[in-house]
C-alpha cells in the first residue's frame, strides 16, 4: 500500500514540473549527501533549491497523507530516480533502471511506470458541482460571527459554587469568578475573608488574612467549606 502511495506521489511530483537526472560525478561518488534533500538538489534538473524542492515534496506527502519525514523524503527520492527511468529521463551513468528499481521500491521500472500509469487513469477527482456541494456546506464569515456573537450576547452560564478556583480552569469559569467577586457578598473578618454563594448563607470561598503592623496578609481562595 505504501509502496503505491509513494508511486502516485511521484507521478504527482512528475506533473509539477521536476524531472531526475544522476550524474556522473554523483552516481559514482562515495561521498554522497547523507540529507535526502541534500541529494535531490543534486539530481534535480533545472536548479531547484532545496527549499523548493521541499515545497514540492511536502505538497505531494500531504495530499497523500505522507508523514513528512528524512526518511519519506528518501524513499520519495529513490522512487523519482525509478520512475524517471521509466518515463525516459535523460540518466548519466552505468547504473541500470532495473537495479535502481530493484534497490529502491523491490519493483522493476516496467512495474513502477505501469503503477504510475493505472494510478494516474483510475483517479477519480471532484468534479465541480461535487466542490460546489461541499463548500456549501462551510459556514460563512457570517455564521461564524453569528455563533461568537451567540456566545457572548446569549449563551448563559451558572454561578461557581463552593469550591477552591483550580489553578488551570477554562476561560469562562475565571470570567465567572471574578464576576462572583465582584457582585456577591463579601464578609471580612479579623483573620478570614468569605466571599458567598448567591443565596447569601453559603460560603462559596474563603481566604485567611493577618495584619502584623507592617503587612496585610491575604492568602489564597480556597473552598469556602
Same mark, same amino acid.
Request: net charge negative; proline share 3%.
Given at each position: 500500500?505504501?509502496?503505491?502511495?509513494?508511486?502516485?506521489?511521484?507521478?504527482?511530483?512528475?506533473?509539477?514540473?521536476?524531472?531526475?537526472?544522476?550524474?556522473?560525478?554523483?552516481?559514482?561518488?562515495?561521498?554522497?549527501?547523507?540529507?535526502?534533500?541534500?541529494?535531490? /538538489?543534486?539530481?534535480?534538473?533545472? %536548479?531547484?533549491? @532545496?527549499?523548493? $524542492? @521541499?515545497? &514540492?515534496?511536502?505538497?505531494?506527502?500531504?495530499?497523500?497523507?505522507?508523514?513528512?519525514?528524512? /526518511?519519506?523524503?528518501?524513499r520519495?527520492?529513490?522512487?523519482?530516480?525509478? !520512475?524517471?527511468?521509466? !518515463?525516459?529521463?535523460?540518466?548519466?551513468?552505468? #547504473?541500470?533502471?532495473?537495479?535502481?528499481?530493484a534497490?529502491?521500491?523491490? !519493483?522493476? !521500472?516496467?512495474? $513502477?511506470?505501469?503503477?504510475?500509469? =493505472?494510478?494516474?487513469?483510475?483517479?477519480?477527482g471532484?468534479? /465541480?458541482?461535487?466542490?460546489?456541494? *461541499?463548500?456549501?456546506?462551510?459556514? =460563512?464569515? #457570517?455564521?461564524? %460571527?453569528?455563533?461568537?456573537?451567540?456566545?457572548?450576547?446569549?449563551?448563559? &452560564?451558572?454561578?461557581?459554587?463552593?469550591g *477552591?478556583p483550580?489553578?488551570?480552569?477554562?476561560?469562562?469559569?475565571? $470570567?465567572?469568578?471574578?464576576?462572583?467577586?465582584?457582585? %456577591?457578598?463579601?464578609?471580612?473578618?479579623? *483573620?478570614?475573608?468569605?466571599?458567598?454563594?448567591?443565596?447569601?448563607?453559603?460560603?462559596?470561598?474563603?481566604?485567611?488574612?493577618?495584619?502584623?503592623?507592617? %503587612?496585610?496578609?491575604?492568602? /489564597?481562595?480556597?473552598?469556602?467549606?
Open positions: 500500500m505504501h509502496k503505491i502511495k509513494y508511486l502516485v506521489m511521484v507521478a504527482w511530483i512528475f506533473l509539477l514540473g521536476l524531472t531526475f537526472t544522476i550524474p556522473n560525478s554523483l552516481a559514482q561518488s562515495s561521498s554522497v549527501p547523507s540529507d535526502p534533500l541534500a541529494q535531490m /538538489e543534486i539530481a534535480f534538473e533545472g %536548479n531547484y533549491s @532545496k527549499a523548493q $524542492i @521541499k515545497e &514540492f515534496m511536502d505538497l505531494a506527502m500531504k495530499l497523500y497523507s505522507l508523514p513528512i519525514t528524512n /526518511e519519506n523524503y528518501s520519495a527520492g529513490s522512487a523519482l530516480v525509478a !520512475a524517471s527511468f521509466a !518515463a525516459g529521463a535523460l540518466v548519466e551513468g552505468a #547504473a541500470s533502471a532495473t537495479t535502481i528499481a534497490n529502491a521500491l523491490g !519493483a522493476s !521500472a516496467t512495474t $513502477i511506470a505501469g503503477a504510475c500509469s =493505472t494510478a494516474l487513469s483510475s483517479y477519480d471532484p468534479t /465541480e458541482a461535487e466542490m460546489n456541494t *461541499a463548500h456549501a456546506l462551510l459556514a =460563512t464569515p #457570517a455564521q461564524v %460571527n453569528t455563533e461568537l456573537l451567540d456566545v457572548l450576547v446569549t449563551d448563559t &452560564f451558572a454561578e461557581s459554587g463552593q *477552591a483550580g489553578t488551570t480552569v477554562s476561560l469562562k469559569d475565571k $470570567i465567572g469568578y471574578l464576576y462572583k467577586f465582584m457582585r %456577591n457578598k463579601i464578609i471580612s473578618g479579623s *483573620a478570614e475573608i468569605a466571599i458567598y454563594n448567591d443565596d447569601g448563607t453559603t460560603k462559596g470561598q474563603k481566604s485567611t488574612i493577618s495584619d502584623d503592623g507592617n %503587612n496585610f496578609t491575604r492568602g /489564597e481562595f480556597g473552598s469556602g467549606a
